[in-house]
């Protein structure tokens, strides 16, 4: 949590829905993990339910308390002034063995305020420009948000999704 409202709103308006951000690892919890982002007062948050649709399946993938990542703005929690963080995909061995290509996640998030927010375009559109080429889209991860409990089971709201754009390093 940011030390003021100046702050929060300084931190989103820094940060940009789709940016990527150097952030570490203060805290792993059964819901999910925290990070301090670089050069921002407030946390982040990457939820377990995107950890694991990223590869990230039991806490022993996660990255170690103290690690260096980079993560993708999702949103931003307004009761709770957190940054809302995604991880990059974890690789599987024959995408570690594939170095000739990059993966771009890109979609469409809903704010709070029902305004539709694109990340994500504007890398793939620098890589196209810069003479690389998209090889596939891949399935990608529908953003959920907690929108309440109920004695039945969590209620869980659509708030935008995303695609991976494949695309050739060479």
């Known amino acids: 949590m940011t030390n003021s409202i100046e702050e929060w709103d ?3 308006t820094h940060l940009a829905i789709g940016a990527m951000v ?3 690892v203060i805290r792993h919890e059964p819901f999910g993990m925290f990070a301090t982002i670089e050069n921002e007062s407030a ?19 996660y990255p170690p308390v103290g690690s260096h990542i980079m993560a993708t703005v999702l949103g ?14 974890k690789c599987t061995e024959s995408e570690r063995q ?30 196209l420009a810069s003479g690389k080429a998209v090889i596939r889209i891949e399935e990608g991860r529908a953003i959920m948000l907690k929108s309440g409990e109920s004695q039945s089971g969590v209620k ?6 995303s695609v991976l754009v494949v695309v050739s390093s060479r």
């Open 156 to 161: 869980m709201q659509l708030r935008g999704f």
């Open 43 to 61: 946390i982040g948050l990457i939820e377990r339910v995107r950890m694991i649709q990223d590869g990230y399946n039991t806490p022993i993938d």
């Open 76 to 89: 931003f929690r307004e009761y709770s002034q957190q940054v809302e963080l995604a991880m990059p995909r």
């Open 22 to 24: 150097n952030c570490v």
């Open 98 to 127: 594939s170095q000739a290509e990059e993966l771009v996640e890109v979609g469409l998030r809903i704010g709070d305020d029902g305004q539709l927010m694109f990340f994500g375009v504007d890398g793939v559109n620098e890589l």
């Open 10 to 12: 300084r931190t989103k």
